[in-house]
Every structure is written in C-alpha cells, then in structure tokens.
C-alpha cells in the first residue's frame, strides 16, 4: 500500500485493480499514439510504467488524503455490482473496501469525496449495493463535484451508458443530500485545493497540495500515463477535447519541472509517483 507525505500531508493509495502488461494504441485507447513501437523509444518507462515489448501497464486507484481538519477521498474508481456495457468494468467484485479499511480508514471517517471527472472509473465507489438499492458509500462526506462537469454531463441524453453511470453513482448522492457543486479551483484547507486541468472533460480538474514548502499533484485523467510527460502532446481517446488536453498537459508539464513538485498519477502503476525532470531536451518521470 503506497504512500507519500507531503507536509503535513499523507496520501495513501488504495488500488481497485492494475491491468498486466497490455498493448498500446488503436482508436478509443488510453493513449492513441501509445503504440509498443513509440513507447520503445522512451526507455525510462521500463520496468514500472511498460514492458521490454512497449506494452504499457496501468492502474485503477483511489487516493486517500489526510490533513489538518480533512479526510478526503480522491476519485473513486468503478465500484462493485455496476452494470457496466464494457465487460473491462463489467459487474466488478473487488477487495476495494477491505483494502480501504486495512489502511487505517473507515467508511464512516471520510469529510470529504472529489470526483476529477465523472467518467466511470472516477465516480463508482462514490455508492454501493445494500439491499438492493445504490446509497453512499461515505455516508458522513460531502461529495464534492464540479459545478462545470456537472453541467456537461447532466445536459446530455438521458439514455446511455454515461446515463446509467449517474443514475447509480452520482444521483443517488444528490438523492442523499450529500452534494456541494463547487469550482475548479475550490479550496478545501489551507493544505488542499482543486486546480482546473479541463481538456479530457470540460470540467476535469486536478488537486493541489501544498504544506509545509511541498507540492504535489494528484492528476486524474489530465494524464493517463507517464508517456504523456515525454509526449504531452499525445491525446486519449477518451478526451472531450484532444487539442485542449494536450495544451493543458504541456504546460502543466513544464510548469512541474521547474519545481520539485511530486506527481502522483492517477492510472499511473506503481511506484504511481515521481518528480518530472528534463532530461537531454526531453521530460520525463523521476521516480
């Protein structure tokens, strides 16, 4: 169970699943121009982040945000017993809650959940099955949800898979009373606060921490994976908006490597966190 500690901040990472070693590339794809042939020419990815073939490796994971006044829980991956058209997230049954209360914390104990986006692996574990209806996993948190991510999706078709993702995951929320809409840059403590990183959806946004003279990122899906610092102009599939993403993702990658900001990726697998360095005219992940 990876952690970090920044300040007087800790981050404990609690994983759903990671995927083994899986070939990069074609339409729809975490990263498009992932191919095993382009992850080949960025060697330091091996052996954390892809293997000696250029099949990248990623990880579905929580993160668990302790600080002064503040329990969080950031992005909540696909949850179990969720309907799911794609088989990949199909009807999951996981050890994510034992995990999550053999790290110390308890369901009842969380202050606070951010969702970065609201695509089906950020948003699942925000409810749980009992008795046959989906309620609040963290019955005692405020669910905090872009005002502006809300919006986007909330003002699409009713049917669908992404209607079904908020029937289950997020009205229920607001069935509980449980929601604050919030900006994309809202401050939750001196210690913590969302930043806008928009581009994979309208709203996405990432979190700031920042205690004691540290700095550290959680990024959601501003990146998917650590070939994104080498090539931040290399866009998902799954992105609202390839070109704003790939601006977001460029700056945000040379505004980090002129700090000594830790970054702690999302789908990144372990060792999941790194500072970003340049390197011969080239970013990459220092772990």
Request: proline share 6%; hydrophobic share 40%; aromatic share 8%.
């Given at each position: 169970?990876?952690?970090?500690?920044?300040?007087?901040?800790?981050?404990t990472?609690?994983?759903?699943?990671e995927?083994?070693?899986?070939?990069?590339?074609g339409?729809?794809?975490?990263?498009?121009?992932g191919t095993?042939?382009n992850?080949?020419?960025?060697?330091?990815?091996?052996?954390?982040f892809?293997?000696?073939?250029?099949?990248?490796?990623?990880?579905?994971?929580?993160?668990?945000?302790?600080?002064?006044?503040?329990?969080?829980?950031?992005?909540?991956?696909?949850?179990?017993?969720k309907p799911?058209?794609?088989?990949f997230?199909?009807?999951?049954?996981?050890?994510?809650?034992?995990?999550?209360?053999?790290?110390?914390?308890?369901?009842?104990?969380v202050?606070?959940v951010?969702?970065?986006?609201?695509h089906?692996?950020?948003?699942?574990?925000?409810?749980?099955?009992?008795d046959?209806?989906?309620?609040?996993?963290?019955?005692?948190?405020?669910?905090?949800l872009?005002?502006?991510?809300?919006?986007?999706?909330?003002?699409?078709?009713?049917?669908?898979e992404?209607?079904?993702?908020?029937?289950?995951?997020?009205?229920?929320?607001?069935?509980?009373g449980?929601?604050?809409?919030?900006?994309?840059?809202?401050?939750?403590?001196?210690?913590?606060?969302?930043?806008?990183?928009?581009?994979?959806t309208p709203?996405?946004?990432?979190v700031?921490i920042q205690?004691?003279?540290?700095?550290?990122?959680?990024?959601?899906?501003?990146?998917?994976?650590?070939c994104?610092?080498?090539?931040?102009?290399?866009s998902?599939?799954f992105?609202?908006?390839?070109?704003?993403?790939?601006?977001?993702r460029?700056?945000?990658?040379?505004?980090v490597?002129?700090?000594?900001?830790?970054?702690?990726?999302t789908?990144?697998?372990?060792?999941t966190?790194?500072?970003?360095?340049?390197?011969?005219?080239?970013?990459?992940?220092?772990?």
């Amino acid at each position: 169970m990876l952690s970090w500690t920044i300040g007087d901040v800790k981050v404990t990472r609690i994983v759903e699943f990671e995927t083994p070693p899986m070939r990069g590339g074609g339409a729809g794809s975490m990263v498009e121009a992932g191919t095993p042939e382009n992850i080949l020419t960025i060697p330091w990815l091996q052996p954390h982040f892809a293997d000696e073939r250029g099949y990248v490796k990623l990880s579905i994971h929580a993160l668990l945000v302790e600080a002064p006044g503040l329990k969080l829980v950031v992005d909540t991956c696909v949850g179990n017993d969720k309907p799911r058209a794609h088989s990949f997230f199909n009807n999951l049954q996981t050890a994510f809650l034992k995990d999550f209360e053999a790290s110390g914390w308890r369901r009842e104990d969380v202050t606070a959940v951010v969702c970065t986006h609201m695509h089906v692996d950020h948003v699942g574990w925000n409810t749980m099955l009992v008795d046959g209806k989906w309620v609040p996993t963290f019955p005692n948190a405020r669910y905090l949800l872009g005002k502006t991510e809300w919006e986007h999706w909330s003002h699409h078709d009713g049917e669908g898979e992404h209607a079904a993702i908020l029937a289950d995951s997020v009205q229920p929320l607001f069935d509980a009373g449980l929601v604050d809409l919030v900006g994309m840059d809202h401050v939750l403590t001196p210690d913590v606060r969302l930043v806008p990183t928009p581009g994979h959806t309208p709203g996405h946004v990432s979190v700031l921490i920042q205690s004691r003279g540290k700095r550290a990122y959680i990024t959601g899906d501003m990146m998917h994976h650590p070939c994104q610092i080498a090539h931040p102009e290399w866009s998902s599939g799954f992105d609202t908006d390839q070109a704003w993403s790939a601006r977001t993702r460029q700056a945000f990658v040379a505004d980090v490597a002129a700090s000594e900001a830790l970054v702690i990726g999302t789908h990144f697998p372990a060792p999941t966190a790194g500072r970003i360095v340049l390197d011969e005219g080239r970013y990459r992940l220092k772990v």
